[in-house]
């Protein structure tokens, strides 16, 4: 069993209803298997910003232990302790 | 001269401070035909009028207000207007914009352009009523800030809505990074302008327009318009930055590692949730506010309603004021900050150039620099939020040693103070950096340096590769850029970013709508879209390919402008931190700016000479600007660009091996 932490920001933490949760995970699992978890636990609204015509929206920013990912990162397994961070979009100043 | 076009008020004011004298004329066919309005004509009245030799803050400065073609227009954001003058911060080129509706209310009364001349004796402000235009006596303004300045001259006219272009005490000082705050609440911040109005005693303008105005094809810019308002509301930035406005980066710039932190030893901010934009909605929004025409809405009213701040009432919180006055200077503390912002806006003083010289102020304290004598009892601690709110106070006054002297800005302060100072001085061009570390987002590292008015991210404005969006990049450039166009880390492709951003921004200041809604950050809005925009409204014949080159000329005239203050390719440099110290923070850890692999790329795009980056006889001529050219070559042959750089009064950036001190 690993844990994980995962802090939302913006609109999707208005969606979810949380800023902060902390997943108690099997090992292996991936990022994009915790998504779909989330998408699964937080109301409706959560899964249009998470996905865009059934797959990860374009838009969505996942920072892993703070290092940017990219989608072909998204299929790596998560290990005891990772940090998540994820953004809709957003961008300027 | 009959102006021949519709969308404009159709005429400019000329105001001699000095006799009094008020002129109005009808605008310049070939002002707007080759350099549009807001930032171009600023840009081509200021080259024409405003001599190398002129002091910023002395008669033969001028200041230039001006709206463009889109301003109060039907098309979305249309509410923006310029400010143009030489810059007492910096002493080239310099510039401000702001939102509001001053912009809208003065086209609406029939005006494009305003110049101010000369210097008056006595303080005054401009009364505009649509035909009427008087100076009046700012007397009993003189000394106000500007939120009560706005009240009184609104009840003196009895007329609520009148809008206003004000200065607070700070301008009046002359404090060389004062601002210039605009009905409703908003800042044309940079650049010290406010500090040009306070040399020629002018509080400020008040306007009233009633005219309004006549465009071209009505028809046809109406359902451009509802298409791009369309547009805006369904894009996917939209509904994100309508809710916290740009307060909302700050979050997403910590794994960036793009958050300047302790006068930018750091990129990221520990308890950054503190001042977050999400922190800041819950616990402090009053309502949503708009500027003239916006959909998105950006704008937040926010208010502190109990503690030692209670009663602070404060708008425009924007990400840039929350690291200038929050993490750039390790302030933790939300209601401080918003009653530091409120401060900014009332004694007139710009939010980024404050927090910056205090953070300058603060590494020096840290590193024992300062005398105990000098600091008049104050604690420079980092995040000593009692002592930032006394230091905004004392500059804004020049009250006292430290006051006095960091009221002249970071870069001045370290080259009076010597004793190493410039190491801590974060400036180019004598211009304080904004809240981008180009450590972390390289192309915002080149903007700083390629930007006209000195350290500028709203010049280029990059922002598809912040945390790169490919899908964006598509959209304006095609696939053929990626991976590198859309890579923070990345420098491929980022000069011709940077120069389209500049080009593209330059029209964008000189037409009258904004960069934060569907021209940059949005990217509904490019060059066809807003050439065939300004066709509906003027009737001009425009295309994008006239657009582009309208762009250019704007920019490389702002560059023939700084090189007559012998500004060059040695002055395109970022202080140490930036080139020298590997990146500590998040994303961009290890990495440094490249701006040696960078800038042979962007002068080779703008076809300026690889040795002084100069404009080139070529481009200029390209751009039918050969006379700026001959003018240039002389000023710099004639060795004056080289003495009036030695005068222009700031430190050096330091650019030297430094290693980072704990």
Known sequence: MITVTVKLFNLLAIYAGIKTQSFDLAEGITIKQLLERMVHEYPAPFKDMIYHHEKINPHLRIFLNEHLLNESELDAALSDGDKLMLFPAIAGG | ?662
């Open chain 2, 1 to 662: 001269m009959t102006f021949v076009y519709k969308g404009y008020g159709g005429s400019y004011l000329r105001v001699n401070l000095t006799t009094r004298q008020i002129n109005k004329f009808p605008l310049a066919n070939e002002w707007v035909e080759n350099f549009l309005g807001g930032n171009g004509i600023g840009t081509k009245i200021l080259w024409d009028e405003v001599p190398e030799i002129a002091s910023p803050l002395g008669p033969d400065n001028k200041l230039i207000i001006a709206t463009g073609p889109l301003c109060g227009s039907p098309m979305p954001n249309s509410g923006r207007v310029e400010f143009i003058a030489k810059s007492p911060l910096t002493g080239i080129y310099g510039d401000a914009n702001a939102g509001g509706q001053f912009g809208p209310e003065l086209k609406s009364a029939g005006y494009d352009v305003i110049i101010f001349e000369g210097q008056s004796d006595e303080p005054v402000y401009l009364d505009i009523h649509d035909d009427d235009v008087a100076l009046r006596s700012a007397e009993e303004l003189w000394g106000l800030g500007t939120f009560e300045a706005e009240a009184r001259l609104q009840a003196i006219h009895k007329d609520s809505r009148l809008k206003t272009a004000l200065i607070g005490p700070a301008g009046e000082n002359l404090v060389r990074f004062a601002g210039i705050q605009v009905s409703y609440r908003r800042s044309a911040a940079r650049c010290g302008l406010g500090a040009v109005m306070g040399s020629k005693k002018l509080k400020g303008v008040a306007v009233r327009g009633t005219k309004g105005i006549a465009f071209s094809c009505p028809q046809e810019l109406e359902e451009l318009s509802l298409e791009m308002h369309k547009k805006l509301r369904q894009n996917e930035f939209f509904a994100g930055i309508h809710q916290f406005g740009t307060s909302g980066l700050v979050a997403l710039m910590q794994p960036i590692g793009r958050f300047p932190t302790q006068n930018f030893r750091l990129g990221h901010f520990e308890g950054f949730e503190a001042i977050s934009g999400e922190v800041l909605r819950e616990e402090h929004l009053v309502k949503d506010i708009a500027c003239f025409n916006c959909p998105l809405g950006c704008d937040k009213m926010y208010s502190v309603i109990s503690g030692e701040f209670a009663g602070c009432r404060i708008s425009s919180v924007e990400y840039e004021t929350l690291n200038a006055l929050g993490a750039r200077v390790c302030n933790r503390n939300l209601p401080a900050l918003l009653k530091a912002n409120e401060i900014c806006d009332d004694l007139g003083l710009d939010t980024i150039s404050a927090g910056n010289t205090i953070a300058f102020a603060m590494e020096l304290a840290d590193f024992g620099i300062w005398n105990a004598n000098e600091l008049n009892g104050l604690d420079l601690s980092w995040g000593n939020y009692h002592s930032i709110l006394q230091l905004l106070h004392d500059m804004a006054y020049r009250q006292g040693f430290l006051g006095d002297l960091l009221a002249d800005g970071a870069a001045r302060a370290a080259k009076w103070l010597g004793r190493n100072a410039d190491r801590y001085a974060m400036h180019v061009k004598g211009q304080d950096i904004p809240a981008q570390d180009g450590r972390a987002q390289q192309s915002m590292g080149l903007a700083h340096v390629t930007s006209s008015r000195g350290a500028d991210h709203l010049k280029a404005f990059p922002t598809i590769d912040e945390t790169g969006y490919p899908s964006e990049a598509v959209r304006r450039y095609g696939d053929q850029y990626l991976p590198e166009l859309v890579d923070p880390l990345a420098t491929k492709y980022k000069a011709m970013l940077v120069k389209d951003g500049e080009d593209f921004g330059a029209v964008v200041d000189s037409s009258g709508n904004c960069k934060s809604g569907g021209t940059f950050v949005m990217a509904e809005i490019y060059w066809q879209e807003q050439a065939d925009a300004i066709a509906a409204a003027t009737g001009m014949l425009m295309t994008s390919r006239n657009l582009r080159c309208i762009g250019e000329r704007i920019y490389n005239l702002q560059r023939c402008y700084n090189a007559i203050h012998g500004i060059t390719s040695a002055d395109d440099v970022l202080p140490w931190r930036f080139t020298q110290a590997p990146s500590p923070s998040g994303n961009a850890r290890g990495s440094v700016c490249r701006l040696d692999l960078m800038l042979p790329d962007y002068y080779a795009a703008r076809g300026w000479n690889p040795e002084d980056g100069l404009p080139t006889q070529a481009t200029l001529q390209r751009l039918g600007l050969d006379q700026a050219w001959k003018y240039m070559q002389q000023i710099i042959n004639s060795g004056k660009a080289k003495i009036i750089r030695s005068q222009l009064g700031w430190a050096e950036p330091y650019t030297k091996k430094m290693v980072e001190q704990e």
